[in-house]
């Protein structure tokens, strides 16, 4: 896969809450509370996104992002989309960012093109399961489908919403600069505090939940650093493999093998917790719908 060493670990992480999410879908089938199939479904879905996120879906340059969002004051990727070219482009030329800023912009423009990668994918299983649904001829098939079309159609709005939602804040930031204000930094976190304000909470639920994001972004920012400190470690390492010291290539293995272990555990925590938030503020919207 060619897949530095931070990559590594997140497919590690990745595919460890993967696998933990099949094991609860494996107890609701025997459970016999699966009848849908919409839950099986949907891992097939988040599967296809880590196959094509990682570049293991049998196409070239496919991995969604490269492991450093800035090399040597370059981006690592393209956007894939001229808006937002167009808008990384006026930012990094207005002198209005510093590098680290730059940096942390540079995150959201890729969050924010994962973003449209995943709904492609999701719009692309609906219109599958569109064309199946056409040829069902058997009356509780057809109800089973309908449901499982009305949940996607669903995940598919709040999807769009996000990313329209994505969309004016990376203008709103390239043009004007950080808000020295703004309440979170971290894209992920954003999103989910812009969502969190159109479901259906009391003032009171909001602010527990402002609360939470608060934790939620700072172990956000403890996992970035240990990705640039195994960055780092995996640099000093393949330095030291060329030198011949075994005492220091094996001191620095044991560190390299630290930061490893100590970035999967924490992106499998920052993953989860993720999971968990984007449920809780699916259900209030889809309350809000109701």
Known sequence: ????????????????????????WKKLKAEGLDE???????????????????GMNGKKDSQLFDTNYIKDGTESDT???????????KAKTSGKFSDEELDKLWREFKHHKEKIHEYNILLETVSRTEDIHKNVINPEE???????????????????????????????????????????????VIDLWDMAKSANFTEKELESFREELKHFEAKIEK??????????????LKHVEGTGDKD????NKEKYAMLEEKTKELGYKVKK??????????????????
């Open 223 to 236: 996992h970035h650093h240990y990705q640039k400190q195994l960055e780092i470690s995996h640099q000093k």
């Open 1 to 24: 896969l060619h897949l530095s060493a931070v990559k590594l670990a997140e497919l590690h992480s990745d595919l460890k809450l993967q696998e933990k999410d099949e094991l609860s």
């Open 142 to 188: 057809n109800v089973m489908k309908e449901e499982i079309l009305h949940s996607k159609h669903r995940e598919l709005k709040e999807k769009l919403r996000s990313i329209n939602q994505g969309v004016e804040r990376l203008r709103k930031v390239s043009h004007q600069g950080y808000d020295t204000t703004s309440e979170f930094e971290e894209p992920r």
């Open 248 to 251: 220091h290539l094996n001191r």
């Open 36 to 54: 849908d199939g919409e839950k099986e479904a949907k891992l097939r879905r988040n599967l296809n996104v880590i196959m094509t996120k990682y």
């Open 273 to 290: 917790h993720l999971q968990d938030l984007s449920s809780r503020i699916s259900q209030g919207l889809h309350h809000n719908e109701l």
């Open 79 to 89: 956007l894939d989309d001229p808006r937002l070219e167009k808008l990384w482009s």
